[in-house]
């Protein structure tokens, strides 16, 4: 059994935690947010998501929360951090807690002692950054004094076939020693493979390739579906005609724009660092440029259907579905619907929006108030709430236009009902 500390109690650090007290270690989380520390305290979870919920029910306070860094860094035997590393408002990488976290960590940590950082960082980033910050407290990563190790995150809220649980993970040390550590300690909290790689580096890359994959393939397709709608051809039709093919395509569907934590970040950090070594990474930017389009276009099509009517988007009466990201999470960081909306404000627009799961921020209490007060809709997050409404309500409200920003509304019956329809790439 291990005495383990998780850094940072969000997304990925919360879940961490708790399967680390699962396999039957000593763990202290470590977080800024004393609300967030006391809830956990009390056994509840301060993200709204069913499997932490329940996790941290059946525990039972066997994960301590703590502000206080000396309650728990000096009897660790490993260190994980889970850290946001988020951009700023120029896209550059913003490494702030990170460091903080590390600065932190470096004054109470003893010799021995796995310090893992899972938060997503440019390549380099451990040696250049992590490792200096340890020196300056007389910590040699290199000599092993503390064993250095990235092992990139993977967590998919609200997705429950892939799990923490059950994900390949993959590890790299800035020692082979550090490597074979932080690669035993993961074997011992995961019922998957966890697979060595030569280097920290390499680790710090493997994150930053996986989620630019995705940015370049859902760009391609957010171009695709602008061409084809001009065409009149439904790309939805198209994908699923592509993906009989049982080789080399892998289907990515379009939307009103990319959010989370990881898609519409990580290929900046991989743009700014290749710049800081003289290369440049056009595809990369590219594919940001297009899908960093898609809020505006979404509201492009808003407009198109408005002037159908021989009406203006001034004043006009939008309702909008969807704050979180994704769908059936909470989760609203980098959501394009903020862009949607400001973009509509900034038109003229009254805007209501609702959220089920961000009723914080949503504006309306209900589908149904939203519906009410709404002539033209804009669905933004494909919760399931929105996606098995009874359509009928929308010529019950007498909605006017509806714009399906993720393609999961049935269409037909929407234009049955005498509604204009228009998702992204099909009409």
């Known amino acids: ?108 940590i003893k010799q021995g002692t796995l310090l893992v950082v899972e938060s997503t960082v440019y390549p380099g980033t451990i040696e250049e950054v992590v490792a200096p910050i340890l020196k300056k407290q007389g910590f040699d990563a290199y000599k092993n004094d503390v064993f250095v190790a990235h092992c990139p995150e993977r967590i998919d809220p609200g997705n429950k076939r892939w799990t923490i649980d059950n994900l390949t993970r993959v590890v790299g040390g800035i020692t ?75 289907p990515h569907y379009p939307g009103a724009g990319v959010g989370g934590h990881c898609i519409p970040v990580d290929p900046y950090y991989l743009i700014e660092k290749a710049k800081q070594i003289g290369f440049n990474h056009k595809f990369l930017s590219l594919a940001r440029e297009i899908n960093n389009s898609m809020p505006h276009y979404t509201v492009e099509l808003l407009e198109d259907c408005i002037h159908k009517l021989k009406k203006t988007i001034k004043n006009a009466k939008v309702g909008v579905l969807g704050l979180a990201y994704k769908a059936n999470v909470d989760d609203t960081r980098e959501s394009p619907a903020f862009e949607i909306i400001s973009i509509l404000k900034t038109k003229g627009a009254d805007v209501v929006a609702f959220d089920p799961y961000v009723k914080n921020l949503s504006n309306i209490k209900d589908l149904d108030g939203l519906l009410q007060k709404s002539d033209y809709i804009i669905l933004v997050t494909e919760h399931d709430e929105f996606k098995n409404m009874d359509l009928n309500m929308l010529k019950k409200h007498k909605v006017l236009v509806v714009i399906d920003g993720r393609n999961c509304l049935d269409k037909e019956k929407i234009k049955s009902m005498g509604i204009l329809y228009h998702g992204i790439g099909r009409s």
Do not use: H, W
């Open 1 to 108: 059994m291990n005495t383990v500390t998780v850094v940072g109690l969000g997304y990925v650090g919360l879940p961490l935690a708790c399967l680390c007290a699962e396999k039957g270690n000593k763990v202290y989380g470590l977080d800024t947010d004393k609300n967030k520390v006391d809830l956990i305290n009390r056994n509840q979870s301060p993200i709204s998501d069913d499997y932490l919920t329940s996790k941290l029910k059946s525990l039972k306070n066997r994960i301590r929360a703590t502000t206080n860094a000396v309650e728990c860094i000096p009897s660790s035997d490993v260190v994980v951090v889970c850290v946001p590393t988020p951009i700023d408002k120029n896209n550059l990488p913003d490494l702030t807690a990170l460091m903080e976290s590390i600065s932190t960590i470096s004054k109470f």
């Open 176 to 250: 082979k020693e550090a490597t074979d550590k932080a690669a035993e300690f993961y074997r011992g909290i995961v019922n998957a493979n966890v697979i060595e790689l030569s280097g920290v580096k390499a680790a710090e890359a493997t994150k930053i390739m996986e989620n630019t994959f995705r940015d370049v393939n859902i760009a391609f397709v957010n171009e695709m579906a602008k061409s084809f709608d001009r065409a009149g051809i439904d790309i939805i039709e198209v994908i699923k005609g592509a993906s009989t093919k049982p080789f080399a395509f892998m």
